[in-house]
């Protein structure tokens, strides 16, 4: 099964400090990473990070591909419990006839996963041990 919510929206920017400069102007507090290439925002259930274009695309496994024309820019994360999820939850994906961009695989003690839907929207699969949910699997922290 995979899990019923979406825990992080990466919109991928062409320029990370003006849009985040933006973002800030409008008020929204940064969750206090303190990355320079990074910039994650919480909102009401969802958290909202920002990452350049290319590094999206290479971190997806889109640039990879031959074809990424279809990539729209933003990627869906669903965040899972354990690492073994991970795993899991891309089988059902690739059951399912999604498109798999980039196999599990493991960065630190971050596990993660990516693939596309039909309609090519980006998803990736991630399991961060720092990661928390509240009772409805919304993300708390990141």
Known sequence: ???????LITL???NLPVLRDFNAYLGWKE?????QDYAVFKTAGVMLSLYPLKSL??????EAQKNTSSFKGVSFAINVDTPEQV???IG???????KILKEPSNEGH???ACFADPEYNVWEIAYNPDSTFDERGA???I
Request: neutral net charge; glycine residues 16%.
């Open 1 to 7: 099964m995979v899990p019923q919510r979406i825990s």
């Open 12 to 14: 991928g920017c062409k």
């Open 31 to 35: 969750t206090g990473h303190g990355y």
């Open 57 to 62: 695309a290479n971190d997806t496994g889109l």
């Open 87 to 89: 795993d899991d939850t």
């Open 92 to 98: 059902v994906v690739r059951e399912a006839g999604g």
């Open 110 to 112: 971050f596990r993660s």
């Open 139 to 141: 993300m708390l922290t």
